[in-house]
């Protein structure tokens, strides 16, 4: 029997999921959550062989929770489930630590398949994403993107260095190395450009 854990914020897609993973002979939905951290605990807590996430979630998103995951050391696998076709998403995912990939668009089926997969120890990724995910890499460092982030949040230059415990100059320069790599004319679209590629 595979255990799973499903962390999706949305009740009804995460109900849908549990009710259409508990028709299979040989998977169990031993726990769902409505967020990152709520998911973070109930890995803990249970033993669980495949976890199943969203990447976008209140209070830690998806990736974040993977890294979370293997970081731990946990044996517990890790598959994205996300409405994001987007190269930028999926190697960020793989570099987390998961071993599927797949669209909400998918057919249930697909899913139930991937879960057997990446339980044997193998992965499950869409062939056509994983070839566009290699050819369009992400120019941006982490600060550089945590920076970039931030600021189309609509956090100012004296906030972000605040927060990150940084100069304002030392940030106007990360900004500006973004909008440099992205070929954007300022911040915002930078961050749209960072958004729609899945870098950030």
Known sequence: MIRVLLAEDQAMVRGALAALLGLERDIEVVAVAGDGEEAWRLVQAHSVDVLVTDIEMP????????????????????VILTTFARPGYLRRALEAGASGYL??????????????????????????????????????????????????????????????????????????????????????????????????
Not at 59 to 78: H, K, N, Q, Y
Not at 128 to 156: K, N
């Open 59 to 78: 209070r830690l998103d998806g990736l974040e929770l993977a890294r979370r995951v293997r970081g731990a050391g946990s044996r517990c696998r890790i």
């Open 103 to 200: 669209l909400k668009e998918s057919p249930a089926e697909k899913l139930a398949e991937a879960l057997r997969r990446v339980h044997a120890g193998g992965r499950a990724i869409d062939p056509e994403l994983a070839a566009e995910a290699w050819g369009d890499a992400d120019p941006l460092t982490d600060r550089e993107r945590q920076v970039l982030g931030m600021a189309g949040e609509g956090m100012s230059a004296p906030d972000i260095a605040q927060a990150l415990a940084l100069s304002t100059g030392t940030v106007r320069n990360y900004l500006s190395e973004a909008i440099g790599k992205l070929g954007a004319s300022n911040r915002i679209e930078a961050y749209h450009l960072a958004r729609q590629k899945g870098w950030l």
